[in-house]
């Protein structure tokens, strides 16, 4: 069994910063994917980022290239999402999730497990 739990969000003015934390825990994390997902009141969950543990590949939403990053540690098992010149369309409920295979996706499906989410507010 795997827990995730997200920290970090929060409320932010326009064009200022965040940084999200997921910390893993109950299996080790070598061969694993680790993404973040956003859903915003009305809307569907949609993808941000994915990282493939040991940094072979990552990738981005186009909405948020440029702007966030992830990144990870695979010795506390804990990914970060780093969230730079927010935007009010950012707004939503972020989620990390993991996926049992070392590919990255975009897909909702494709993850295993997920976290409860952490609220991102971004003020105008």
């Known amino acids: 069994q795997v827990q995730l739990v997200e920290s970090g969000g929060g409320l932010v003015q326009a064009g200022g910063s965040l940084r999200l934390s997921c910390a893993a825990s109950?299996?080790?994390?070598?061969?694993?994917?680790m993404g973040w997902f956003r859903q915003a009141p009305g809307k569907e969950r949609e993808f941000v980022a994915a990282l493939a543990w040991g940094g072979i590949s990552s990738r981005y939403a186009h909405s948020v290239k440029g702007r966030f990053t992830i990144s990870g540690t695979n010795a506390r098992n804990t990914v970060y999402l780093q969230m730079n010149s927010l935007k009010p369309e950012d707004t939503a409920v972020y989620y990390c999730?993991?996926?049992?295979?070392?590919?990255?996706?975009?897909?909702?499906?494709?993850?295993?497990?997920w976290g409860q989410g952490t609220q991102v507010t971004v003020s105008s």
């Open positions: 109950g299996r080790v994390f070598s061969n694993y994917a």
């Open positions: 999730a993991a996926r049992l295979y070392p590919t990255v996706t975009i897909k909702t499906h494709d993850y295993d497990y």
